[in-house]
């Protein structure tokens, strides 16, 4: 495949493309609780399934290149909503108030915490004296390159900010985008990955590197959802892990790609991807409240020549089945339905029946008819997943799936079987099927060219 590098991205005239609106994801754990209105830009994926754990890191000989030159640091919110914080780093670090002066100079050994008064935060040692209160944010920075700030008792590259609001504080990493991505990739493609599956992690690094450039535009919205930082750490954007995450598989992965986004079209795209399409990926009209996309058209992951081969089959959830009885679809709905239907003010009632009233041309569940004994709701697209949970709160796996009910003799709904194909929203790339496109030889730029068709590689300077 021919190579597109030449096509050069200059961030300072980013020209970004917006992906569709949709409504956001279940956090893949994927992570949250989805919004009811659409956003303009939606998460890169959700419920990414887990290949498997992956093993301590393998020392590497050569780390990838952290910062490229120009390109400014992504800010990664860890905690939204925390009361207080410990400052603490693996070497002499030293903290910093909004206008860059020195606060605090200390050594790893120091126990220090944040503390929180209405917008003001202030530094104190335990069992010694505080920094005067300090409105604003504060920053905590290593004075060596090979130490690592620490939160929740986990290591991250990079700087650590504290963000006060009106009611909580912001825990931010802020770090260099390919550092970011270090802590990204393997969390998001799984591991460990083996040699012939290393073109899927090369996909999977270009992709995420690819949403997070969107953000970092300002392009999506994202500057209405907060100020103080660009993305959240979780599946409402991209699961990251910090150094903790990394591993030398990736390493690889991301280091290969350096700076290396997708585009189409001459402008820079975010592209979603998902764990497993189930057979064929979906257009984003089908699933989102969304127009369609030109780089974002259903592609089949059939295997050819093959009848009922797939890429993407060796997924766990590549086929799968849900049963809820009476009570727990009771249950569900009388949790959930209100968040995407007007509901009575008693509730919407025992359900008496389920079915799809509607499929897309993908064959995923366009729209769901549920009815109960106080009236009928009518459920659309990815909405269906997150009325339809399990009684531990998982979302449904996808909307790729045939409704089974069983009936009890007075005419009662007695069980609800789902059968179902794919694990996610099913539009973009599907993860497992790069793996198994890697795995027959493909490259990442084969793999991405077939789940964004149309669109190139560009090179961020």
């Known amino acids: ?151 929740a008792q986990h290591r991250y590259r990079g700087a650590m900010r504290f963000v006060s609001t009106d009611s909580a504080l912001v825990v931010v990493n802020v770090l260099p985008v390919e550092s970011y991505l270090r802590g990204v990739v393997p969390l998001e493609i799984g591991g460990p990955r083996a040699a012939n599956e290393m073109a899927a992690v090369e996909a999977q690094a270009i992709a995420a590197r690819s949403y997070t450039f969107v953000r970092l535009a300002g392009a999506d919205g994202s500057a209405s959802r907060s100020a103080a930082y660009d993305m959240l750490a979780g599946v409402s954007d991209q699961v990251y892990g910090g150094a903790d995450a990394e591993r030398a598989f990736a390493d690889q992965g991301v280091a290969a790609t350096s700076g290396q986004v997708i585009m189409f079209g001459g402008r820079l795209v975010s592209a979603p991807y998902h764990s497993a399409c189930g057979g064929e990926t979906a257009s984003p009209e089908e699933v989102w409240r969304a127009g369609p996309e030109p780089y974002l058209r259903r592609v089949s992951d059939r295997i050819p020549g093959t009848a009922d081969r797939y890429y993407c089959d060796g997924a766990p959830r590549f086929a799968w089945t849900r049963a809820f009885t009476s009570e ?48 009928s709701f009518t459920l659309r697209g990815n909405d269906v997943r997150y009325v339809l949970r399990a009684a531990g709160g998982e979302i449904l796996n996808s909307t790729y799936f045939t409704i089974e009910s069983e009936f009890r003799r007075d005419g009662g709904l007695s069980r ?46």
Not at 430 to 446: E, M
Request: aromatic share 4%; hydrophobic share 40%.
């Open 1 to 151: 495949m021919k190579s597109t590098r030449g096509a050069t991205l200059l961030v300072a005239a980013l020209l970004v493309g917006c992906v569709t609106k949709r409504v956001h994801e279940e956090p893949p754990v994927i992570r949250g609780d989805p919004q009811a209105a659409p956003r303009p830009v939606p998460p890169a994926h959700d419920s990414t399934a887990r290949v498997g754990e992956a093993p301590p890191d393998i020392p590497r000989d050569e780390a990838p290149r952290q910062r490229i030159e120009g390109v400014k640091d992504v800010r990664i919110a860890l905690a939204t909503a925390a009361q207080g914080a410990a400052l603490a780093a693996t070497g002499p670090w030293r903290l910093f108030d909004a206008r860059n002066a020195v606060l605090v100079r200390a050594r790893a050994s120091d126990t220090w915490t944040i503390e929180r008064r209405g917008r003001e935060l202030r530094a104190t040692i335990v069992g010694g004296s505080a920094t005067p209160w300090s409105e604003g944010m504060l920053t905590l920075r290593p004075d060596r390159d090979d130490a690592f700030v620490l939160f």
């Open 328 to 375: 727990e679809i009771d249950a569900a709905v009388r949790a959930n339905l209100k968040n995407y239907a007007t509901v009575p003010s008693g509730g919407p009632g025992h359900v008496r029946s389920v079915s799809v009233d509607l499929r897309t041309p993908s064959g995923r569940v366009a729209r769901l008819a549920i009815a109960t004994d106080r009236g």
């Open 416 to 461: 609800l079987v789902v059968r179902g194909n794919g694990y996610g929203h099913g539009i973009g790339m599907c993860q497992w099927g790069a793996i198994g496109r890697s795995r027959a030889g493909q490259t990442a730029r084969q793999i991405l060219a077939t789940y964004y068709p149309g669109t190139t590689i560009g090179t961020v300077n």
